[in-house]
């Protein structure tokens, strides 16, 4: 390895899908640790998903351009890698470039090429990053261990808490700090807090801004001690800045209501053929595809019936014209920790009832865990959104932008209705329907949930024709 002057510095990469900014939620490297070409160096959030970033480049980590929690923007310095042989913190850094270098084919994980000749992208076992992390703390004692924190959720409760992570012990595996184990250190730092007497709070003059009374206030989930709301005179006790997929889907909603003048039908569906349908092939086959599957089969075939619903309305130098597709992407909302996520199942149309099952499954999977990139997170031409799974029979939805419609189906339940002239107890649900009325009326709306819920209801049939 010869000797190469100047530091490498690495820029925030490109993240796609029109990202510009990221919020550094963990560093998976410190100070004095070396890396290797497409070693994960950082987890970041972006509006999308968490996602890891690799390094581009080989040696030993001089700087750190950012800390845990805060947000940067796409070109901004990330981190600076001392070259194989350069004297770390004492050498000029060279021209920084935002294109990764010859030995990876790597930007972002999940994004750019893949044919490279480095040894391939490996993130290090946790045994592998404590021993890189004690080797590092051997040649610059003033560098203290790192403590084992997998999970970017584990180190926000505990940034949140106001707790460091060296406070913690881990119970997981080779001292692996777990939620637990910060929610737990919470509590004992809560039950051994002396109990103080609050100061009179002081109220900021009326229509000065908060963070100019009492102080300067925070804007993390801190308290707020002595701070009084000037419009409601109540103190606060958090302020908590929209960040990741909540600050994305804020700006969506927004979007939505400010441009779509939608419109909402709905209606009442005996769904009990349809879970007759379901118990008797668990019987025969010991599975079945699951109730939000067959709809989505059914709001398949109701969209070639009626593809105004799969469109999209452009705007463009004054004059609105609605785009049609060739084929349906369908959008499933889905709840996680992270906010609400709509992962998109792509060219659904013509799959059959077992086929979307399994794919709803893995995309469901993969969007509570954190792994779903911006592909699998865009590009819907409609929308399923299931809230009965919250025990609530309807809602005004808002429809996912720039979609033109979505479906939202309520929980099933027995109820009461009439049946050949007799009174009766039936599996009931409600289907609801919002859509822009700029590319349909009330009738082709109409049309398409009267087709979906009389296959619901004659799921046999249904299945039959199609």
Not at 251 to 264: G, H, N
Not at 278 to 292: D, E, Q
Not at 385 to 409: C, H, K, Q, R, T
Request: proline share 6%.
């Amino acid at each position: 390895m010869g000797e190469l002057m100047g530091l490498q510095v690495f820029m925030l990469p490109d993240l796609g899908e029109g990202l510009v900014e990221a919020e550094l939620v963990t560093w998976l490297v410190s100070v004095g640790e070396s890396v290797h070409v497409d070693q994960p160096i950082a987890e970041v959030e972006t509006a999308k998903s968490v996602v890891e970033v690799p390094s581009p480049y080989e040696g030993v980590v001089d700087t750190l351009h950012a800390e845990e929690g805060e947000t940067m923007e796409v070109g901004k310095p990330l981190i600076s890698i001392a070259a194989v042989g350069a004297q770390s913190g004492g050498t000029e850094p060279v021209e920084a470039v935002d294109e990764t270098p010859s030995g990876s084919g790597n930007v972002l994980i999940g994004y750019g090429t893949s044919d490279h000749g480095g040894t391939g992208r490996s993130r290090p076992s946790r045994s592998q990053r404590m021993n890189q992390h004690a080797a590092a703390a051997a040649v610059t004692p003033a560098q203290p261990l790192a403590q084992l924190v997998v999970s970017p959720l584990v180190r926000k409760m505990a940034r949140d808490a106001g707790l460091s992570l060296t406070e913690i012990s881990g119970s997981g595996t080779d001292g692996l700090i777990m939620r637990r184990d910060v929610a737990e250190a919470v509590a004992a730092n809560q039950a051994t807090a002396p109990q103080t007497e609050h100061p009179a709070p002081s109220i900021p003059p009326s229509g000065s801004p908060l963070t100019e009374s009492a102080g300067s206030v925070s804007v993390s989930a801190k308290a707020q001690n002595g701070v009084l709301d000037p419009r409601t005179g109540l103190r606060v006790l958090a302020q908590t800045p929209l960040s990741g997929a909540k600050k994305a889907a804020s700006v969506a909603l927004a979007r939505s209501r400010r441009e779509i003048p939608e419109a909402t039908v709905w209606l009442d569906v005996d769904a009990t053929a349809l879970m007759d349908l379901r118990a008797a092939m668990k019987a025969k086959h010991g599975s079945a595809p699951g109730v939000l599957a067959f709809v989505a089969r059914f709001v398949t075939a109701g969209l070639a019936r009626f593809p105004q619903l799969n469109t999209q309305l452009l705007s463009a130098d004054g004059t609105e014209s609605v785009v049609e597709f060739d084929g349906i992407n369908l959008g499933f909302a889905a709840q996680t920790e992270r906010g609400l996520v709509v992962p998109v199942l792509r060219n659904a149309e013509g799959r059959s009832a077992r086929e979307l099952d399994a794919a709803l499954r893995t995309l469901t999977e993969t969007a509570r865990s954190g792994k779903a990139g911006p592909a699998l997170l865009s590009g819907g031409t409609f929308t399923v959104n299931n809230y009965g799974v919250f025990g609530v029979d309807g809602s005004a939805a808002i429809i996912n932008y720039p979609e033109a419609a979505m479906l939202g189906l309520g929980r099933i339940l027995d109820k009461p209705w009439v049946v050949d002239g007799e009174l009766c107890v039936r599996k009931m649900t409600e289907l609801t329907l919002a859509f822009d009325h700029r590319v349909c009326d009330g009738a082709v709306a109409a049309g398409f949930l009267r087709f979906v819920a009389d296959a619901m209801e004659n799921p046999a049939g249904a299945l039959a024709d199609l």
